[in-house]
């Protein structure tokens, strides 16, 4: 029950109306029974919520769209791993100190090695934003051949040099073969969901193919990939990967991984 002891969390963003983040950690509390709750704030002025977590006592923050890395300069301090890509998606309040982190990288991880070891293999990420950045990051912790492509090819490259990454352009990447595909880019989005984000030609049985849409929860590269005898990793996995990392830090306890995965698909089976 909701008392004056109840912990608070919340997710900020602008729009947050459609996050998944709420029914996801509140299934978790009350799975484990911990005392929490989590909220979701539409929120403008990153500064005076920053303000607001502070004076309210919110235990712990997702951040979201458009504010994780314009956030980073109103925490205490930052993860390094943050710091160096350059986002934080998890703010965790200890006794008034606010520490951002990012789960994202983590949440892909996660996700991918519930198919794959990414040590040694060739990794294509396709796209060239956030959760490129982040994503590539974790594959190059993880010590994967990491080849960015993107259809703007300036801002490509710049993020391959930034992550000392190869860069391949979208009409090449017929030309190479891959062990790993990611797509982070939005192509196959609901309400364009009969798109693909590269050629059928590239999809070879055996791979492992990854979407950070999961709007469909299947995409059509998911799909495809699937019919061609592909392993494929949807972008439920990650989201509730990245949450269950988030979870940990602010509890300090074992994430309920399935429960919180059954709250997230449940929620996006019936939006289908
Ligand atoms: P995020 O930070 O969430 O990753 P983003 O910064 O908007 O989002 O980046 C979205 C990525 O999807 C970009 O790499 C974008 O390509 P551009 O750099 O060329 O804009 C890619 N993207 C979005 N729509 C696309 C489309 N229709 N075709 C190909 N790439 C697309």
Redesign the pocket.
Known sequence: MISTRTNVYCVIGKPVSHSLSPIMHNAAFEKIGYDGVYLAFEVEDISAAVGGIRSLGIRGVSVT?PHKVSVMSYLDEIDTTALKIGAVNTIVNRHGKLKGYNTDFQGALKALAEKSDIHGKRVLVL??????RAIGFGINMEGGRLTIS???LE??ERLAEDLQASFCAPDVIERNSWDIIIN????GMTPETDRM?VPETILTPGQVVMDIVYNPLETLLLKTARDKGCATVDGAAMFVYQGACQFELWTAQSAPVSVMGQAVRGVLLKRK
């Open positions: 769209i796209g060239a934003g956030g959760a490129a993107n259809r703007s801002r490509g982070t880019t939005s192509v984000p």
